[in-house]
């Protein structure tokens, strides 16, 4: 096992191999659901991270000198970068893309696991970030159906109402509602000269039971809510 450690044809081709398949694994998934990294951009991440540790390591053997983790620790900080560009926070206020950008970094630690020759880590380490972004996906949805408080995007016409009605409306059937902020950047208008829809982003909860979608039901009936959906 020590002979694939070193750096040598055999074991360089190995990993190269391996980081493909790390990160090709992790990357299906993203790449099933069109997100924005996807299959190659997760192999290029995980071969990319295994690429520097050999070349780091390369570079302690041969020259006996530096630190065998230095390029290793750059390639942790400097990913955050690529992760960045996939996270977006839409014109609803609704942030997309942060399970693609955690999935990048852990691609990148993967792929310096396997660069080092740490074979045991990247493989074990590999497969348990695949299981949580595919295997718990069902799980993870099962607790957020169940949560006690929704962020709810709300559309308000007010030449029907002023948006306290809103308020007393959900205090009338047993709602409490809280962190209201008002996103005039994003959906005010007018019309004939008026204001015509304020958008708004409100946390609700329930004082009794109910699903998300009769919550939902229930506040859409308000006669100034023009438009709502969960973020």
Same mark, same amino acid.
């Given at each position: 096992?020590?002979?694939?450690?070193?750096?040598?044809?055999?074991?360089?081709?190995?990993?190269?191999?391996?980081?493909?398949?790390?990160?090709?694994?992790?990357?299906?998934?993203?790449?099933?659901?069109?997100?924005?990294?996807?299959?190659?951009?997760?192999?290029?991440?995980?071969?990319?991270?295994?690429?520097?540790?050999?070349?780091?390591?390369?570079?302690?053997?041969?020259?006996?000198? *530096?630190?065998?983790?230095?390029?290793?620790?750059?390639?942790?900080? *400097?990913?955050?970068?690529?992760?960045?560009?996939?996270?977006?926070?839409?014109?609803?206020?609704?942030?997309?893309?942060?399970?693609?950008?955690?999935?990048?970094?852990?691609?990148?630690?993967? *792929?310096?696991?396997?660069?080092?020759?740490?074979?045991?880590?990247?493989?074990?380490?590999?497969?348990?970030?695949?299981?949580?972004?595919?295997?718990?996906?069902?799980?993870?949805?099962?607790?957020?159906?169940?949560?006690?408080?929704?962020?709810?995007?709300?559309?308000?016409?007010?030449?029907?109402?002023?948006?306290?009605?809103?308020?007393?409306?959900?205090?009338?059937?047993?709602?409490?509602?809280?962190?209201?902020?008002?996103?005039?950047?994003?959906?005010?208008?007018?019309?004939?000269?008026?204001? *015509?829809?304020?958008?708004?982003?409100?946390?609700?909860?329930?004082?009794?039971?109910?699903?998300?979608?009769?919550?939902?039901?229930?506040?859409?009936?308000?006669?100034?809510?023009?438009?709502?959906?969960?973020?």
């Amino acid at each position: 096992m020590n002979y694939l450690r070193d750096l040598n044809v055999v074991s360089i081709s190995l990993r190269i191999i391996l980081s493909i398949l790390i990160g090709g694994i992790l990357g299906v998934e993203r790449g099933r659901k069109n997100r924005p990294a996807g299959l190659r951009t997760y192999i290029l991440v995980c071969l990319g991270s295994s690429l520097v540790m050999m070349t780091n390591q390369y570079v302690y053997v041969t020259f006996e000198t *530096g630190d065998p983790v230095r390029l290793g620790a750059q390639v942790i900080s *400097g990913i955050g970068f690529l992760g960045a560009g996939t996270i977006v926070l839409t014109g609803r206020n609704k942030i997309m893309g942060i399970t693609t950008a955690a999935g990048l970094w852990a691609a990148a630690c993967s *792929g310096l696991a396997i660069g080092i020759g740490f074979y045991e880590g990247a493989v074990l380490g590999g497969l348990a970030v695949a299981f949580t972004v595919s295997g718990l996906l069902k799980f993870d949805i099962w607790i957020r159906k169940r949560s006690m408080y929704l962020d709810l995007y709300i559309e308000y016409n007010v030449e029907k109402g002023n948006f306290s009605g809103f308020l007393q409306y959900a205090r009338e059937h047993d709602f409490e509602v809280s962190n209201i902020r008002v996103n005039k950047g994003f959906s005010w208008y007018e019309q004939n000269g008026r204001p *015509g829809v304020l958008s708004y982003t409100v946390t609700v909860s329930s004082q009794v039971h109910r699903t998300h979608s009769e919550i939902l039901e229930v506040l859409a009936h308000e006669k100034g809510i023009q438009f709502i959906e969960e973020l």
